[in-house]
């Protein structure tokens, strides 16, 4: 992975005070993940996917960069527009638009009713997130042609960690959906995700279509371009997500 992609992947998480970095005070857990839509390059989404971290919530993300075909259409059905992020959370029967709303109603329901101080004053929130989408601009914001995995991936990951973003980039551009399992420090998650993976490293892949297993943004990546990206660029490590 180039010093480049990594840099300006790290300016991000600073841009947002490492927020994503460490769970937060914790209130119920959730039987079933939470269903996020939503696309990398969007400030509004990432207020979101750093609300799931501090709150330790698994989610299965469906990626839906703009020109992307397989998601999208499926939220604009459901939810009446193409508007991103939608969250359902299928423990309540909730699906929701509006990123402030989806970040109250989670630490409302799964943190102790306090939303963390970075994402606590939503202008300041929203505007930080702008500013920490320029470093990569338009990484992980547009759908390339991919094959659909038969089965989601799995990516244990933390949202302040520049490698695992590097990592969601690929995944939200070829449009491939995964079961994120969310190991920030302090995570409940960590020592089963140990016991599994033999360290504490993220990112870390499962692939279970084709029994692939890795840590190392700069592996999975070339994983995920060789197996599944299609048309020019496939098989090729690509600088642009
Ligand atoms: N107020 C909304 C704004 C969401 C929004 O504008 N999202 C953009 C992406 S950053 C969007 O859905 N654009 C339509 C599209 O991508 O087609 C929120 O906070 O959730």
């Known amino acids: 992975m180039s010093v480049v992609n990594v840099a300006s992947s790290l ?6 005070a490492g927020a994503g970095m460490s769970v937060g005070p914790l209130g119920e857990r959730p039987e079933k993940a939470v269903q996020l839509y939503e696309f990398e390059a969007c400030p509004f989404c990432r207020k979101v996917r750093e609300a799931l971290s501090i709150l330790d919530l698994e989610a299965e993300v469906y990626p839906c960069p703009k020109g992307g075909r397989r998601y999208r259409a499926e939220v ?3 939810g009446g527009k193409a508007q991103f992020p939608w969250l359902v959370d299928p423990n309540r029967g909730v699906e929701m ?6 970040v109250r109603y989670l630490f409302d329901t799964y943190g102790d009713g306090r939303v963390h101080w970075t994402l606590a004053v939503p202008p300041l929130a929203t505007l930080t997130a702008m500013l ?10 547009r759908a390339r042609p991919a094959r659909v995995p038969a089965r989601p991936l799995e990516l244990w990951s933390f949202e302040a960690s520049p490698f695992c973003r590097l990592v969601r980039e690929r995944l939200c551009c070829l449009e491939i959906p995964y079961l994120l399992h969310n190991v920030a420090k302090g995570s409940s998650s960590r020592q089963a ?3 599994r993976s033999g360290k504490m490293q993220v990112p870390y892949l499962v692939d ?8 190392e943004s700069a592996d999975i990546v070339a994983y995920l371009e060789q197996t599944y990206a299609e048309g020019e660029a496939a ?7």
């Open 11 to 16: 300016a991000v998480t600073l841009l947002r």
């Open 76 to 78: 604009v059905h459901r």
């Open 97 to 102: 638009y509006e990123s402030d709303d989806i």
């Open 132 to 141: 920490a989408s320029l470093p990569r601009p338009g990484f992980g914001g």
């Open 193 to 195: 995700f140990v016991a």
């Open 208 to 215: 279970p279509n084709t029994g692939a297993e890795m840590f």
């Open 235 to 241: 098989g090729s490590v690509r600088s642009v997500g």
